[in-house]
């Protein structure tokens, strides 16, 4: 875990009491999600749609945003979403306040609220919280990932044959080689795999491979904040993270791998054939 920084708030001591205040401001900030929760939202052009998106994060922000800025004063704020890439030195808070807004907004179930410190660039901790059936998952580096209190597991899955993998859209506008890959990929995956679920959001995929629901998730491209929750929720609940070619991931890199440890390697052949 990166060496502890002095905390701001005099109520927050240490880390661990930074996460569960953090995961208050996200169960807070999801209430308001929810209560614009219902019908499928109409729209007709992509300025409608990029207007009903904003109503969604601004609700979020205006109840999270403050309430991060107490805790850390000092901490940067990503404002772009789908922005990928290293940050510079320092506490960067990077949030998805509706992580699956499209699902949000037609009525789907699969959406989240979501909030990760990173530090020098390696998060520190994660809240990814889903309004709508109340469950809370958290992670502190070193310390493990939790749902609800409750430690996680990645599967021992030891068969890729045997596993239930997914993959996920980065963003609507993938340049086409993107889009190819994917589709290669998901193509190659059928071959070797169980079972291939695809949809967006990442996130929610990750919360699965690090509560041992599924035993693989791969993507190519994706943002900070789609990738950085599920990343350590992932890892502290034993999986592996990578490219797919097994390399070290961060956020600069062109792909992602989270697997259960038992299944990685096979993963990984199959992504880089």
């Keep these: 875990m990166p060496e502890s920084m002095p905390i701001s708030d005099p109520a927050v001591t240490s880390d661990a009491d930074l996460l569960a205040h953090?995961?208050?401001a996200v169960r807070t900030a999801g209430a308001a999600l929810r209560e614009l929760f219902g019908d499928v939202v109409p729209y007709r052009t992509l300025e409608e749609l990029m207007h009903?998106?904003?109503?969604?994060?601004?609700?979020?922000?205006g109840v999270l945003r403050p309430r991060l800025t107490a805790l850390r004063p000092g901490a940067g704020w990503v404002e772009e979403e789908l922005a990928?890439?290293?940050?510079p030195a320092g506490e960067w808070w990077v949030v998805d306040p509706a992580e699956g807004n499209v699902n949000h907004l037609h009525g789907l179930p699969e959406w989240a609220v979501t909030a990760t410190l990173v530090r020098d660039n390696l998060p520190v901790l994660t809240v990814v919280h889903l309004p709508l059936t109340g469950e809370t998952y958290t992670a502190l580096a070193g310390a493990g990932a939790h749902l609800d209190g409750r430690a996680l597991?990645?599967?021992?899955?030891?068969?890729?044959?045997?596993?239930?993998?997914a993959t996920s859209q980065a963003r609507p506008d993938e340049d086409e080689k993107v889009v190819r890959r994917v589709d290669s990929s998901i193509t190659e995956m059928l071959l070797?795999?169980?079972?291939?679920?695809?949809?967006?959001?990442?996130?929610?995929?990750?919360?699965n491979v690090a509560a041992g629901r599924i035993d693989a998730f791969w993507q190519f491209a994706g943002a900070r904040a789609d990738l950085l929750p599920g990343a350590l929720l992932v890892t502290e609940a034993g999986g592996r993270i990578t490219d797919?070619?097994?390399r070290p991931?961060?956020?600069?890199?062109?792909?992602?791998?989270?697997a259960a440890p038992g299944v990685h390697?096979?993963?990984?052949?199959?992504?880089?054939?």
């Excluded at 990928?84 to 940050?87: A, F, M, T, V």
């Excluded at 597991?153 to 993998?165: A, E, N, P, Q, Y």
């Excluded at 070797?192 to 919360?207: F, K, Y």
């Design 249 to 258: 991931w961060t956020p600069a890199s062109e792909s992602f791998l989270a």
């Design 84 to 87: 990928g890439g290293p940050l």
């Design 153 to 165: 597991h990645v599967s021992r899955t030891s068969d890729l044959g045997l596993g239930i993998v």
């Design 192 to 207: 070797d795999a169980l079972v291939v679920r695809t949809a967006v959001p990442a996130t929610l995929h990750l919360l």
């Design 244 to 246: 797919v070619e097994g």
């Design 265 to 273: 390697a096979e993963a990984a052949a199959t992504l880089s054939r």
């Design 52 to 61: 009903a998106l904003a109503v969604n994060d601004d609700a979020v922000l």
């Design 22 to 24: 953090t995961s208050l």
